[in-house]
């Protein structure tokens, strides 16, 4: 337990400073004389850029556990948001997020493979990845405000100066507080290893499965592209951001619903993507309905799907490499976050963007494979056995 509140309070900081930046980077590259077009694909180059981190985090984080990659992906992302301040070209931001990209990829699986192999409960570990939700949307609450607020005060350069020695600041923290792995020697004396356990991963997953984070990454990468440049651009950086604090509180009321996690992954997917679609219809169709009100049911959504869609893959692969397990859902949510911002960024002036998110989450609705009839609706206890989708 104490490993896990030190892991909350770093992933705080961390994403208190990643999402300070989501509405301060397109005014950021606005301002550099950077096009629409430049910026859709500014933000995708940064999930492009995830893909060979996250192809090496898997394998990495099993082999030598959490802590360094955690320590290395938070040092190294404050460091160029220490360069970033001094960005003087639009060029020069897209290099400096694309490095950026591939540096947090580790960040993600390690933490989350930290947290699960904490318990060997499902619903236990449900708990853990509700409290990662939490603590995610919390910081989320309060950093796009707070983002907006800083760059008011001080500036672009101050913001991202701010921010950089934020984050190695946090570094420094779990390089100081967070638990080494167990050396070989104390593995062959029968001691518990409390970043890996050695149980064979079970990946039964079709490829239909990889598409639910996919779609939830690509349609997030679209809400993220289109809220900044509402009213043709002219919407303010300090309204933008308490859009985004209105989503997360939205997810900060499911995610405090801490029984829904005695219900069956599955069964919480389905509904939070179905959620998610009916939103982004709404953000398409639906203009005399206010956009907060859309907002805040888009975050109720999200808080019902992240935790769940953790435990299903923890539930799929029956506990064991966790690292290489959530290193392929970021995959798929770095390809669709690559896809998204893109695909908003050229066809905007065809079709709505939100439009085309939510004919993305039905398909994959539709696409989702049976589940086991014989599965309970609610999470199994550690005597019963795990059952698969």
Known sequence: ??????????????????????????????????????IGWMMGI???????GNLLAGNLIDRHGSRRYIIFSLTAAGVILLLQAHVQLPWQLLVLRSISGFVLAFLSPACLALLASLSRDPVTQGKYMSGH???????????????????????????????????????????LSLPKPLSAADRDKGQAVPINNGTPARLPFSLRLYLIPFAIACSQGILFFEIPLRESGLASI???????????????????????????PYIRVTIGVLGLAICFYALAAADHVPI???????????????????????????????????????????????????????????????????????????????????????????ETPISTV
Not at 151 to 174: C, D, E, P, R
């Open 238 to 264: 300090m309204s933008t951001g308490l859009l985004f604090s209105v989503i997360s509180l939205g997810a900060l009321v499911t995610l405090s619903m801490l029984f829904l996690n005695r219900y069956a």
């Open 46 to 52: 940064y999930a492009l850029t995830h893909l060979p």
């Open 133 to 175: 939700g939490v603590i995610h949307t919390l910081a989320s609450v309060l950093s796009p405000a707070a983002g907006a607020f800083i760059v008011a005060k001080a500036g672009f350069s101050g913001t991202f100066q701010s921010l950089g020695w934020l984050l190695i600041f946090t570094g420094l923290m779990a390089f």
């Open 292 to 382: 907060t009100v859309i907002l805040f049911a888009l975050g109720l959504a999200k808080g019902l799907l992240f935790p769940a869609l953790s435990s299903l893959f923890i539930e799929l692969s029956g506990g064991g490499r966790l690292g290489k397990v959530f290193s392929l859902q970021s995959i798929a949510m770095s390809l669709g976050s690559f896809v998204g911002p893109i695909a908003a960024g050229q066809l905007r002036t065809v079709v709505s963007p939100y439009f085309i998110a939510f004919l993305m989450l039905m398909t994959v609705l539709l696409l989702l494979p049976k589940r086991n009839r014989e599965a309970p609706l609610t999470a199994v206890s550690p």
């Open 1 to 38: 337990m104490k490993t896990a509140l030190w892991l909350y309070m770093f992933l705080f900081l961390a994403f208190f400073d990643l999402h300070a930046q989501y509405p301060v980077l397109t005014p950021f590259a606005i301002s550099l004389g950077a096009a629409p077009t430049f």
